[in-house]
């Protein structure tokens, strides 16, 4: 029996010999399953988030028809726009060639110009160039009787009541979007989908290029977002979308073709709600699947009332102002995840660069670092939070910044600890030897092999940030409205928790779910990541 067991234990060692740190720690969390449970609840949550425009919305994510509303806007626009222009014009020359007045102008042109036939386009996109020259033309007194000539030509030939308009491919939700949101989307699409580009070009890549494939992985992971967003920024103007999608739904026949928006075909998201879509007949409805006991007595007459609006019921119900707690609870994610992700990577950043300096030159550079890391320990977050905002107002920019700021004492004695113990090792004392920069063998030699604790920190941390920020907005201290977070909507269930306790409910077990998965996580990569606790799974 005891050859056995030494044949096991020779067995395992042998196993895990040609293995590097992070794969031995990659082997020791898949045994667990609940944290491997914990990681996709995490990843689910994130994801979600991130795709919150095209989950829950308003507006159809495709539809092939056309949007009177949109064209009654842009030809609104482009006639006091060239209003502004005529008068710049007649009262201070020198501002006829404004860029915001000419961008204007070409933009709401070719907003309508897309919804006409195509000799009507062609000649109003004509008539946009005239106008164009026109102002920029430095005859003033012609170029302002031209332009009181086009705007009448404008008037009468392209009026939204009597023009004919076209159906075409409409992209509402993603014409919303700015550039960030773009990063993020293909941030996270590119990481869904990691397994399968991974493997292509890891087929792609020489086997002795194995090292220099991370690097690749890594560049298109960063990329291709930032390029992605960049691009979007600079071809897709922003603008606002008021348009009544819905009314086009609801529009009979008869009243189909005076309709703000008449549908071919349609896409619509998942929930079919807008952030502040305001439903006063529906107030405070619960879910038309909560327990009977749970509800408030005369609940259900509200419920039927929103379900005969919208084909759709609300999965989680509304507030009190008849707003869909669903859609508000996904898009408040983005909020409290943010911070979280966003405050733990500015203070380990900051710990990190600050410990590993400690660690590695220690002597005076050690003895001053120390001591600023007991002079920061001293600032209590939350009190310091409370003191910003009474000075600067709610914002979760701040929140953010402080937290940055003020947690990163404990990374850097982390990291500081870790370099102790490896700056005396043989591949330091190799890379000195051969003459390696000290920030090579910081950053590329002692670091990789230092961030495990640093790791499992940064986990616990992203569940201490979030519920940090719960708790200020809660206390009308976090994030202002009318942008959601889930300490918000946790703020606006206590005072409806008589009458609808379902406010409080799904934002509270939001939080807890989200603070245990970050927990269970971090305990799983603090037993993975130690050596005396492998293979006792």
């Not at 309508?112 to 062609?122: G, N, Q, R, S, Y």
């Not at 439903?279 to 509800?295: C, E, F, M, V």
């Not at 947690?407 to 600890?417: D, E, S, Y």
């Not at 790791?455 to 942008?483: N, Q, R, Y």
């Amino acid at each position: 029996m005891a050859v056995n067991s030494v044949n096991a234990v020779s067995a395992a060692t042998t196993s895990s010999q040609g293995q590097g740190q992070w794969a031995l720690i990659w082997r020791e969390f898949r045994k667990r399953r609940l944290a491997l449970f914990a990681s996709v609840v995490i990843l689910i949550l994130i994801t979600a988030s991130v795709f919150a425009p095209l989950l829950a919305n308003a507006s159809p994510l495709y539809y092939f028809g056309f949007n009177r509303f949109e064209y009654q806007e842009a030809a609104r626009t482009l006639r006091a726009t060239l209003t502004q222009v005529i008068e710049s014009r007649a009262g201070a020359p020198t501002k006829i060639d404004s860029v915001r007045f000419l961008k204007t102008i070409a933009l709401q042109v070719n907003i309508m110009a897309d919804a006409l036939p195509v000799e009507k386009a062609t000649l109003l996109r004509s008539i946009g160039q005239q106008m164009l020259a026109a102002a920029k033309s430095p005859d003033q007194s012609n170029s302002i009787e031209e332009l009181k000539r086009l705007q009448r030509e404008l008037r009468s030939g392209f009026d939204a009541k009597e023009v004919a308009l076209v159906s075409r491919t409409h992209w509402p939700v993603f014409a919303s979007l700015n550039g960030l949101d773009i990063v993020f989307l293909c941030a996270t699409s590119l990481f869904l989908l990691s397994p399968a580009w991974t493997w292509l070009l890891r087929r792609l890549l020489a086997a002795r290029q194995e090292s220099r494939s991370l690097w690749w992985l890594a560049g298109i992971q960063l990329v291709i977002p930032l390029l992605a967003g960049g691009l979007w920024w600079w071809c897709v103007p922003a603008r606002v979308d008021r348009t009544d999608y819905k009314s086009g739904v609801f529009a009979a026949d008869e009243t189909a073709a005076k309709a703000p928006v008449v549908f071919d075909s349609v896409i619509w998201p998942p929930i079919v709600y807008g952030l502040d879509e305001y439903d006063l007949a529906g107030k405070s409805a619960p879910p038309a699947w909560y327990p009977a006991a749970w509800r408030p007595a005369g609940k259900e007459a509200a419920a039927t009332a929103v379900t005969s609006r919208w084909s759709s019921q609300h999965w989680l119900g509304t507030d009190e102002s008849g707003r869909d707690v669903f859609c508000r609870l996904i898009w408040g994610g983005r909020v409290s995840l943010s911070v979280g992700l966003v405050a733990v990577a500015i203070y380990v950043s900051i710990g990190i660069v600050v410990g590993a300096l400690a660690g590695y030159f220690r002597g005076v550079c050690d003895l001053i670092i120390s001591r600023l890391i007991e002079v920061m320990i001293c600032f209590p977050t939350f009190f310091l939070i409370l003191t910003i905002v009474a000075f600067f107002g709610p914002s979760i920019t701040h929140i953010m910044v402080i937290i940055g700021l003020t947690g990163w004492t404990g990374i850097a004695r982390l990291v500081r600890g870790e370099f102790l113990r490896l700056v005396d090792q043989e591949f330091v004392l190799a890379g000195r030897a051969l003459g390696y920069s000290p920030a090579r063998i910081i950053f590329r030699h002692v670091l990789p092999n230092a961030m495990a604790p640093v790791l499992v920190s940064a986990t616990f941390g992203i569940a201490g940030a979030i519920l940090t920020e719960s708790a200020l907005s809660f206390l009308g201290l976090g994030i202002s409205k009318p942008t959601p977070s889930w300490g918000g909507l946790l703020a606006d269930g206590r005072d409806a928790l008589q009458h609808a306790p379902w406010l409080i409910h799904f934002p509270g077990f939001a939080i807890f779910l989200t603070i245990t998965a970050y927990n269970l996580m971090g305990e799983a990569l603090r037993d993975a990541s130690d050596p005396r606790l492998r293979g006792s799974r």
